[in-house]
């Protein structure tokens, strides 16, 4: 399957800081890669989908300015959380896959906020 | 109704058994549907997809599905310990790869 790499694994970051997750689509190129946030506990909520070369595409109660998508090439995808709070510690997991069909997931970024 | 929905469990199966997972989905158009694996802590892990009415088999895994009955299920034969994991079933509506997730049914293969 196709090999999605995201990092840092693990961020813990001071509140009102800015915390970017970089996703690279590694052996596929990714016009689309897709952000998503787990709660413990929970499933996975899909928060946006990021476009190469033009701007994300936001679910509903999903903040735009808070949670910035750069997808400037086929194969990187980067989200930043800004100004974070503590409500936004979750897991943070990309997702991308080829052919428009099977969707394989980044290894996720576990985000702490103090 | 959730779009998609399955039991939360757990679904505590013995060693050597076979775990049997459903999933139902409301939107009749949907097209694509998907099981993951995730272990705690870590990202789902692609392990069966199916498209067409019917049983598919892979290994140790069988995924089936009902477009009339609007589900989908997961069969695990000689449930293994390392099995024990949350099983999330996902359905694509459309073309695309955007999936919509059910809440997930944990596992648990007791020895």
């Known amino acids: 399957g196709a090999v999605v790499s995201q990092h840092p694994s693990r961020v813990i970051c001071k509140s009102g800081t800015s915390v970017k997750i970089e996703c690279r689509s590694l052996d596929f190129q990714a016009t689309t890669m897709f952000w998503y946030r787990q709660f413990p506990k929970q499933s996975l909520m899909l928060m946006a989908t990021s476009n190469e070369g033009s701007k994300a595409t936001y679910e509903q109660g999903v903040e735009k300015d808070k949670f910035l998508i750069n997808h400037a090439s086929l194969t990187l995808s980067t989200l930043t959380v800004t100004s974070a709070h503590p409500e936004d510690s979750s897991f943070y997991i990309c997702?991308?896959?080829?052919?428009?069909?099977?969707?394989?997931f980044g290894s996720g970024t576990q985000l702490s906020v103090l | 109704q959730k779009e998609v929905e399955q039991n939360s469990g757990p679904l505590s199966v013995p060693e050597g058994a076979i775990a049997s997972l459903n999933c139902t989905y409301s939107?009749?158009?949907?097209?694509?549907f998907f099981w993951y694996r995730q272990y705690s802590g870590k990202s789902p892990e692609l392990i069966m997809f199916i498209y067409s009415n019917g049983d598919k088999e892979d290994g140790r895994f069988t995924a089936q599905l009902n477009k009339a009955s609007q589900y989908v299920s997961l069969l695990i034969r000689d449930s293994q310990p390392s099995d024990s994991a949350t099983y999330l079933c996902?359905?694509?509506?459309?073309?695309?790869?955007?999936?919509?997730f059910g809440g997930g049914t944990r596992v648990l293969v007791k020895p």
């Open positions: 997702a991308g896959g080829e052919h428009n069909e099977k969707l394989f």
């Open positions: 939107d009749r158009g949907s097209q694509s």
């Open positions: 996902a359905v694509n509506k459309a073309a695309g790869n955007k999936l919509t």
